[in-house]
């Protein structure tokens, strides 16, 4: 479900603020409204989703920052929220948890191991713990 509000985090080039997100779908379409820090209040985007995933663009006045044209993509994971977003001043990452879940509360332990780093925890002892990492979640 992307329906919520989130505590989100928001890294650009030039400065790191805390903030909040609020989603709401329906059918394959998507509006945002982000509060970050002092100086940005419902900033408003509209996009399109499907399942998890979203995506958003456009161009706008920023705080701090100035005029940016930005392309975004976005995907919710159980209660965690992720969007990294392409703009004319860099990229930009937001990261965030559902206000009033747990961090991976309704994380499936297969989408946290997708989520998590492609790397190899392989091994073969001969135990029940050989093969991939991911093979035992």
Known sequence: M??????????TPKLHRRGTVSLKSEEDAIVGILNVGEDLHDARFEGTCSGKEFAFEGSGEF????????KAKGSIWGNSLDIDIESSVGKITIFGTRIGGSSGANVSSHDYMMRASKADFSYDDGSMYSGLFSDHF
């Open 2 to 11: 992307i329906d919520g509000t989130f505590d989100i985090s928001v890294d």
């Open 63 to 70: 705080p701090e920052v100035g005029q940016i044209d930005y």
